[in-house]
């Protein structure tokens, strides 16, 4: 699928770091690149090597309000595909290491009826995502705008 099909403005955004999916996810919901969306995050006091930016809410949270992105104040745990709201920062690949969860972040994205995800992975063959039997979500974050 051509990137122009896939939202107005929106395509997956390449993490650049390891640990940068938080900043990538961001930055693919507010449409700038991830060395724009890492250069404002490190002005506001937040780094991929930083674990609770995969760990906790409140990083990427503070990012999407930075950019201008109004996300609901809870997380909702995920029920299903169908369930989903249109726009979403969605959790996956949840995980507990040493007492703490982990995770990461992608974007859950549906215009007219037709569902993806766009993961930052750098390593992926495609970042525009249809495999849905092969993520395993644990909750999301809608977006509003």
Same mark, same amino acid.
């Given at each position: 699928?051509?990137?122009?099909?896939?939202?107005?403005?929106?395509?997956?955004?390449?993490?650049?770091?390891?640990?940068?999916?938080?900043?990538?996810?961001?930055?693919?919901?507010?449409?700038?690149?991830? %060395?724009?969306?890492?250069?404002?995050?490190? @002005?506001? *006091?937040?780094? #991929? &090597?930083?674990?609770?930016?995969?760990? /906790?809410? %409140?990083?990427?949270?503070?990012?999407?309000? @930075?950019? *201008?992105?109004? #996300? &609901?104040?809870?997380?909702?745990?995920? /029920?299903?595909?169908?369930?989903?709201?249109?726009?979403?920062?969605?959790?996956?690949?949840?995980?507990?290491?040493?007492?703490?969860?982990?995770?990461?972040?992608?974007?859950?994205?549906?215009?007219?009826?037709?569902?993806?995800?766009?993961?930052?992975?750098?390593?992926?063959?495609?970042?525009?995502?249809?495999?849905?039997?092969?993520?395993?979500?644990?909750?999301?974050?809608?977006?509003?705008?």
């Amino acid at each position: 699928m051509p990137l122009a099909l896939i939202g107005k403005n929106m395509k997956p955004v390449i993490q650049e770091e390891i640990s940068g999916c938080g900043i990538a996810a961001s930055a693919a919901l507010a449409g700038m690149s991830y %060395a724009e969306a890492k250069s404002r995050a490190n @002005a506001l *006091g937040i780094y #991929a &090597a930083d674990p609770t930016l995969w760990s /906790e809410t %409140a990083h990427v949270r503070k990012l999407l309000q @930075a950019f *201008g992105l109004l #996300a &609901a104040p809870e997380e909702t745990p995920f /029920e299903s595909w169908e369930r989903m709201p249109d726009k979403a920062l969605m959790a996956i690949k949840w995980r507990v290491e040493k007492g703490r969860a982990f995770w990461h972040w992608v974007v859950f994205l549906r215009e007219e009826g037709e569902a993806t995800v766009l993961d930052s992975k750098k390593g992926l063959r495609s970042n525009v995502r249809r495999d849905f039997w092969r993520m395993k979500p644990k909750w999301y974050i809608e977006i509003f705008n």
